[in-house]
């Protein structure tokens, strides 16, 4: 079966940083591209950044961009997002996903609160 296991969140004040980390199984980690996306309440979901397969390329919205950083370690079958700076418009459930022959996947969430 295909899982996908986010933890690292938690309760910030503005300006820290975080470290998320999405454990994976179930599939070649290796060979994917990876997103992360998060949702804050009463909205829905938000882009956060993708990474290619092999680490070499990575993608963020203007909102995260500059802050948050992608990376992965395919030995591990893991992925992380390294938050810095955080603002309390970070506010959200933070998801690793993937999408396998079509179908979307995604794991359980981690949340992050920004608040001083």
């Known amino acids: 079966d295909v899982q996908l296991v986010e933890s690292g969140g938690g309760l910030v004040q503005p300006g820290d940083s975080l470290r998320l980390s999405c454990v994976t199984s179930?599939?070649?980690?290796?060979?994917?591209?990876m997103t992360w996306v998060r949702q804050a309440p009463g909205k829905g979901l938000e882009w956060v950044s993708n990474?290619?397969?092999?680490?070499?390329?990575?993608s963020a919205p203007d909102s995260v961009r500059g802050r948050f950083f992608i990376s992965r370690d395919n030995a591990k079958n893991t992925l992380y997002l390294q938050m810095n700076d955080l603002r309390p418009e970070d506010t959200a459930v933070y998801y690793c996903k993937t999408n396998l022959r079509g179908n979307d996947y995604r794991g359980q969430g981690t949340q992050v609160t920004v608040s001083s």
């Open positions: 179930g599939f070649t980690f290796s060979n994917e591209y």
């Open positions: 990474i290619n397969p092999g680490g070499t390329s990575t």
